[in-house]
């Protein structure tokens, strides 16, 4: 069978906005919702391990994670849908086929994260409460776990979206009598676990970047009510912490980065990026941007510093927006062996697309508010 026979067919309606556009809302959706997925994907496996095994200012900053952590997965999984959108709408003849093949896998995505979220909302309840229970310690758990294997699902689905020459092998061992049993994985995929695991080392980074932000803006009370210490003291440790944690996410990405790219990927695929002056330069930011952010933690080891947090955060986006337009060329370069997609016929719709324009901007403004809310809210019981 060719692999081309696997591929979705063309939408006889055509696309409705300009392959750019859909392409442009793909990445800076996915820009905005890596920033608060990250860092669940890290902070609560980090929760979990602080509230079983920490004391002192470890357990203090599992607290002060958990506290905050409802509003960063609403945010994170709300972002979400924009990416999302805009995968179902220009990658359509390569999304579905790769959900069919792995449907059961992918639709578990959804009962796993209400169990996660769940969690998220016992252990921060408990800790708001003052009750530190066996089921909100195994709550963390959960979660965290839960959390992480999302993240191997949707490595496994967004890789095998690219992988199309195995969708034939998958398609052999689960089909009955022609109808694929959707009990597939990608996980013959050289790639997978690289990719998946170069994703947990940026959540690493994300999450050292938010807990230095913090401790430098929200960490007010001048004694911590769990360890009695001073808040310079927190401050001080939180700095440590932060940069110690942002150099175990750096060296994670940079080996599963250097695994992906230059052990993992296709040869042709590979051969392409090196050719492209422009994104040869990209990926070289790519890989050396987090060096930038961790000097900025260095300089916090002695305690955080606002300015310099401020300056850390502004450098983390950047690592994430250029991680996100790297991601999304590699996938296109892999798609359009197969298919240019960009070169299909375009049959725009205005008035949706106004219309998503207005949402999206009234959006971005409702969750500044919120933010801002909630920041006047940290500030004064942190």
């Known amino acids: 069978m060719n692999p081309q026979d696997l591929i979705g067919p063309f939408s006889p309606l055509g696309n409705p906005a300009p392959f750019w556009f859909i392409t442009f809302f793909k990445v800076f959706g996915?820009?905005?919702?890596m920033i608060p997925m990250n860092?669940?994907?890290a902070g609560m496996l980090l929760v979990a391990i602080f509230a079983t095994f920490g004391r002192n200012h470890s357990l203090e900053l599992a607290h002060r994670l958990s506290r905050s952590m409802p509003i960063i997965v609403a945010m994170g999984v709300n972002l979400g849908i924009v990416p999302l959108l805009f995968t179902q709408v220009g990658y359509y003849q390569f999304y579905y086929p790769a959900g069919i093949l792995m449907a059961y896998a992918w639709?578990?995505?959804?009962v796993i994260l209400i169990f996660a979220y769940y969690g998220v909302y016992v252990y921060s309840l408990s800790v708001k409460n003052n009750k530190h229970t066996k089921l909100a310690l195994a709550s963390a758990w959960i979660s965290s776990i839960a959390f992480i294997f999302i993240g191997f699902l949707?490595?496994?689905?967004?890789?095998?979206m690219a992988n199309i020459n195995d969708w034939i092998h998958i398609y052999n061992k689960t089909n009955v009598a022609g109808a694929a049993l959707g009990t597939g994985l990608n996980t013959a995929d050289p790639t997978l676990i690289p990719r998946w695991l170069m994703m947990f080392?940026?959540?690493i980074t994300t999450t050292a970047v938010y807990i230095a932000f913090d401790a430098a803006f929200f960490k007010k009370r001048d004694t911590s009510p769990l360890t009695g210490s001073s808040t310079s003291d927190y401050k001080t440790w939180a700095g440590k912490f932060a940069f110690a944690f942002y150099t175990l996410g750096m060296v994670l990405f940079a080996v599963m980065g250097s695994w992906y790219i230059f052990g993992a990927l296709e040869k042709s695929t590979f051969d392409q990026l090196s050719q492209n002056s422009f994104m040869y330069i990209i990926f070289g930011l790519t890989a050396v941007s987090p060096g930038l952010v961790w000097i900025a933690m260095l300089l916090q080891r002695k305690g955080v510093k606002r300015k310099v947090t401020i300056f850390a955060a502004i450098l983390q986006f950047v690592v994430v927006t250029l991680n996100a337009v790297s991601r999304q060329w590699v996938q296109n370069l892999e798609i359009f062996r197969f298919k240019n997609i960009s070169e299909l016929p375009v049959n725009i719709q205005w008035s949706p697309m106004i219309l998503f324009l207005l949402l999206f901007v009234i959006g971005l403004a409702v969750v500044g508010w919120m933010i801002a809310k909630i920041v006047a809210v940290e500030k004064s019981v942190a």
């Open 154 to 160: 949707f490595a496994n689905n967004f890789s095998l």
């Open 201 to 203: 080392g940026l959540a």
């Open 107 to 110: 639709f578990s995505v959804i």
């Open 39 to 41: 860092i669940w994907y």
């Open 30 to 33: 996915f820009i905005l919702h």
